[in-house]
C-alpha cells in the first residue's frame, strides 16, 4: 500500500469515527432535552379548569409542537381520535402517549375533549384534563410532546 492509500484510509477512518461520536451525541441530547417540562398551569390554585372565552366556531386543528408540527386537520362531524394507535385519526408516534389517548367530539357545534384514561394524562393549557372540557380557538392543548389548538 502506497503512502498515499495509507494517509487517505486514515483520514477516512477518522472522519467514521468522529461521525459515530456525533451521532452518538445528538442521540443523547435528544434524549435528555426531548422531554418537554412544563410549569403548572393557569388557574391551578382555584382547582378548576381554565375558563375561555366564547368565540367563532373552528374549522381546522392545527398541530403546533411535536414532531408532527404544522400540521393541519380539518374538523367535520365526526370525533377525532388522537393516539398512538394506526386507527386514531391523528396518529402521534410518541412514547408518553397511549394508544388511545384522547378524543375530540363536535357536540352541538362545540368541541369538546375528553381523556380516555391515559397514564401521562391530557393537558389543556397546562391544566390536566380530568373531565369532558370545550375547547376554543387558541386554548393550547398537549398530549405527551405533541400540542395542538384549533384554529379559524
Known sequence: MTDLAFTVTRIGFLIALWLLVLGA??????????????PRGKGRSSGKAPKTAP?????NLLVTGGPLTGTLLPLGNSPI???????????????????????????????????????????????????PLRLTPGVTVRVGQTTFELVK
Open 25 to 38: 451525541v445528538a442521540v443523547l441530547r435528544k434524549d435528555i432535552y426531548g422531554t418537554m417540562v412544563t
Open 55 to 59: 368565540t367563532s366556531q373552528p374549522h
Open 81 to 131: 381520535t388522537i393516539g398512538r394507535s394506526p386507527a386514531s385519526t391523528l396518529v402521534i408516534e410518541d412514547p408518553y402517549a397511549s394508544s388511545r389517548h384522547t378524543v375530540l367530539e363536535n357536540v352541538n357545534g362545540d368541541w369538546i375533549i375528553s381523556d380516555q384514561g391515559s397514564t401521562n394524562g391530557t393537558f389543556v393549557d397546562d391544566e390536566r384534563l380530568t373531565e
